[in-house]
């Protein structure tokens, strides 16, 4: 059964904005007591918060879905929906996290810290927020707008002060087992370590963290064995322990050729080469082992490195180790651990919210931000709401930029690429439907008749023709007037 996972796949979907209300006040003697549509609630995000008491990306294994709730509708008498509740979902520290396309996004290093992995949908205005001098009675809303969904890759890159490689079956993990209360599995053959393990020393007034990284072979850099699986979790150390095997009872293998292999893959690896190292010799219990340590320990000083003769059975020279790791650590500066920055790239001056083209269809297309997240908040079932959508088109330029094009009446047009695109048959002098009286787009002009009535002037034919349109929308009494 898989324990540990440090690579896996998250699919991130956020909540979706509530769509506004379209409500009119009424009362008694008030009818049409003005708009009181509230706005949509807020979708949820799915927020990745790193937590320490996590090691792996298990959970991600079995269940790379996760969704955060959609905001509720708004409601009339100014009531907005609730937003949607974020998605809180545990990582462990160290987990580095990249776009679909390999791109490097952020590296959570710290405990508590951030990233919202999908961003939710903003709730549509309700009437009552669109609602202005000039369209005092909105007859719509807008819709909210759809939670972002993320593909994001999940990688884990261990944090530890020191990192134990060598060859497999040299003894780390029965060394780090000695030193530390990590309990990894030991046995007499090699790649018994399958996953990293983590492991808490305190010596002294010291206390750091040492990590038994799975065993190295020649061709590791390259994906033989199991080393190019795990060496990226050698990256955040501050500082490495080379253990070599004393004792080892192969002919064509000894401590010094074992050193020199594992030093040559991790430069093949590469970013590893400024890190200090230790060398430890294991397994000086052994009759063999004792004499092989006592041979090549000043050749491995000769090259300038710290050397200490070790049994991770007896716990012998495990003492002088780990102080030594302890004067290792306090001198060599830890990688930092803040997260990667976000850079802010400002909008030039003169940077268009849209672009515009003719593709090879004979389509005009528009692309941008505002006019697409305009498309998704439309509802195209109310003639009003496509008026007002047509409004800020014009006011935003699109129709000048598609009469610079070529466009002309009923020319097809398409807002956005992919599937979200929407296209109509362009007529620039489009009237909305609900402006059967050629007023401005969303002016209830049943709220004005009174002023239409009794301020009109001109002959008895005009004023009859503003009876009639009173006579029908507002009732032929005088008390229908109140």
């Not at 990582?91 to 961003?119: C, H, M, Q, S, Y």
């Not at 669109?130 to 890759?153: H, I, T, V, Y």
């Not at 000695?178 to 090699?190: G, H």
């Not at 007002?388 to 009923?410: H, I, N, S």
Request: a negative charge; proline letters at 5%; hydrophobic letters at 40%.
């Amino acid at each position: 059964m898989t324990t540990f996972v440090d690579r896996a796949l998250l699919l991130a979907t956020a909540g979706n904005g509530g769509d506004g209300c379209s409500s009119v006040h009424r009362e008694k003697f008030k009818p049409l007591g003005g708009p009181d549509g509230g706005t949509g609630g807020r979708g949820g995000d799915v927020i990745l918060v790193v937590d320490q008491s996590i090691t792996t990306l298990l959970d991600f294994h079995y269940s790379p879905h996760r969704r955060a709730t959609s905001g509720r509708l708004g409601k009339g008498g100014h009531k907005d929906g609730p937003d949607g509740e974020d998605l809180i979902v545990p990582v462990p520290e160290g987990t580095v996290i990249r776009g679909a396309d390999g791109e490097l996004i952020a590296d959570l290093l710290g405990n508590g810290t951030k990233f919202i992995a999908a961003r939710g949908g903003a709730g549509g205005l309700g009437n009552a927020a669109l609602s202005s001098s000039k369209r005092r009675a909105p007859g719509f809303a807008l819709l909210g707008e759809p939670g972002e969904n993320a593909q994001l890759s999940l990688e884990l890159k261990s944090v530890a002060d020191i990192a134990l490689v060598g060859y497999p079956s040299a003894g780390k993990s029965s060394l780090i087992a000695a030193i530390s209360a990590a309990r990894p599995k030991i046995a007499e053959y090699p790649f018994t370590t399958l996953v990293p393990n983590l492991g808490v020393v305190e010596i002294g007034e010291h206390r750091f963290t040492v990590a038994d990284v799975p065993g190295l072979i020649p061709g590791a850099s390259q994906g033989k064995g199991l080393g190019l699986e795990f060496l990226r979790h050698v990256e955040r150390c501050a500082a490495l322990v080379q253990v070599l095997d004393c004792g080892t009872l192969e002919s064509d293998r000894d401590p010094i050729h074992d050193f020199d292999v594992i030093e040559a893959e991790l430069a093949l690896y590469g970013g590893l080469d400024d890190r200090p190292r230790i060398v430890a010799l294991n397994k000086v219990d052994l009759p063999d082992g004792r004499a092989m340590a006592d041979m090549v320990e000043e050749t491995l000083r000769e090259r300038g490195l710290e050397v200490y003769q070790v049994s991770a059975a007896t716990h012998e020279g495990l003492n002088d180790l780990q102080y030594a790791m302890a004067r290792l650590i306090k001198r060599t500066p830890k990688e930092s651990t803040d997260p990667i920055r976000i850079i802010l790239r400002p909008r030039a001056v003169d940077e268009s919210d849209f672009s515009t083209f003719k593709n090879d269809a004979g389509i005009y297309v528009v692309e941008g931000i505002k006019p697409e997240r305009w498309v998704r908040q439309t509802n195209f079932s109310n003639a009003e709401a496509i008026g007002y959508l047509a409004d800020r088109l014009a006011r935003l330029g699109v129709e000048k930029e598609l009469f610079k094009l070529g466009a002309r009446g009923g020319s097809e047009v398409q807002i956005g690429l992919g599937e979200d695109a929407v296209s109509f048959d362009w007529e620039p002098t489009l009237e909305a439907g609900a402006e059967i009286l050629l007023g401005p787009r969303g002016q209830d002009l049943r709220l004005d008749m009174r002023h239409a009535l009794s301020g009109s002037t001109g002959s008895a034919g005009e004023g009859g023709e503003w009876e009639e349109v009173g006579a029908l929308l507002l009732g032929d009494g005088e008390d229908d007037l109140q």
